[in-house]
């Protein structure tokens, strides 16, 4: 994590080649939830944005997004709202005219709130925050230089969830729009 935070702060030092890129993020993620039992793997949409600061092959970035599901087991209504901050570097391998192939790294701070009716009566839990390892891929197809429409998939490690299935999968489409010292090719 202090190798992560060193790049990111070498980053905003290199000012003059750098460029911000601001992007609302929509996507869905497969995860593990505990509770309320029984533990099961639930897929949920979120949304959020993204930003990142740095040169056409490496950046830092953070991201910040929010999921809300609702269900209804037997006998009870559980409505859960997840909140993640994804901070990491975003390295760019392919860099092409027309399109970039990149990947990411960082960490994960997960924040799980569940909101449990049970025969008219409202019980409120917060989990503490959990903190996990993530790497992933995308590809951005790149229109004009400034605007961008981006894909990806993120794996992140879940040391809470049962061996064997301790990787949640995120799943994101986004369109970023550059602000800079954006280079023209």
Do not use: C, H
């Not at 490496?58 to 269900?71: H, K, R, S, V, W």
Request: aromatic share 10%; proline share 3%; charged share 20%.
């Amino acid at each position: 994590m202090k190798a992560i935070l060193f790049i990111t702060l070498l980053l905003f030092g290199t000012a003059q080649a750098a460029e911000l890129t601001i992007e609302p993020v929509y996507g869905f993620e497969r995860s593990y939830q505990k509770d309320p039992p029984p533990s099961r793997y639930k897929t949920e949409v979120f949304t959020g944005i993204k930003g990142s600061y740095g040169t056409e092959r490496i950046a830092g970035e953070l991201e910040l997004n929010q999921g809300n599901t609702t269900y209804t087991t037997d006998t009870t209504d559980v409505k859960i709202t997840t909140q993640n901050a994804l901070l990491g570097l975003r390295l760019v391998p392919i860099l092409g005219k027309y399109y970039n192939i990149n990947m990411r790294l960082g960490a994960r701070a997960k924040k799980v709130s569940r909101e449990l009716t049970t025969a008219g009566v409202t019980t409120t839990e917060t989990d503490d925050i959990q903190y996990d390892p993530y790497a992933g891929a995308g590809l951005s197809i790149n229109i004009a230089n400034i605007f961008s429409l981006n894909t990806g998939v993120t794996m992140i490690y879940n040391k809470n969830a049962e061996s064997g299935e301790q990787y949640d999968t995120r799943y994101t489409l986004g369109w970023a729009i550059k602000f800079g010292s954006a280079r023209t090719r």
